[in-house]
């Protein structure tokens, strides 16, 4: 598996921030986010054990290809 960063979140101090991904074998992506713990919002999902949710800000949907028009720096 190749995982490509495609962008981290431009607000964030330090660079310690939400990355996205883009895995070539797959072809899915993978998302670094803060982790969802609020009971009410988790509790509007459908979500299986072995699944998780993160979050990212909406400013971070310019690294996804779709919306780009491209794939990324690092693709």
Same mark, same amino acid.
Request: glycine fraction near 8%.
């Given at each position: 598996?190749?995982?490509?960063?495609?962008?981290?979140?431009?607000?964030?101090?330090?660079?310690?921030?939400?990355?996205?991904?883009?895995?070539? !074998?797959?072809?899915?992506?993978?998302? !670094?986010?803060?982790?969802?713990?609020?009971?009410?919002?988790?509790?509007?999902?459908?979500?299986?054990?072995?699944?998780?949710?993160?979050?990212?800000?909406?400013?971070?949907?310019? /690294? /996804?290809?779709?919306?780009?028009?491209?794939?990324?720096?690092?693709?």
């Amino acid at each position: 598996m190749a995982l490509h960063m495609l962008g981290k979140d431009p607000e964030s101090p330090e660079g310690k921030s939400p990355t996205v991904y883009y895995d070539d !074998q797959t072809d899915n992506y993978v998302v !670094q986010g803060w982790k969802v713990l609020d009971d009410e919002r988790l509790s509007q999902l459908d979500l299986p054990s072995h699944e998780t949710v993160v979050e990212i800000p909406k400013r971070m949907m310019q /690294f /996804f290809p779709e919306v780009s028009g491209g794939r990324g720096t690092d693709v």
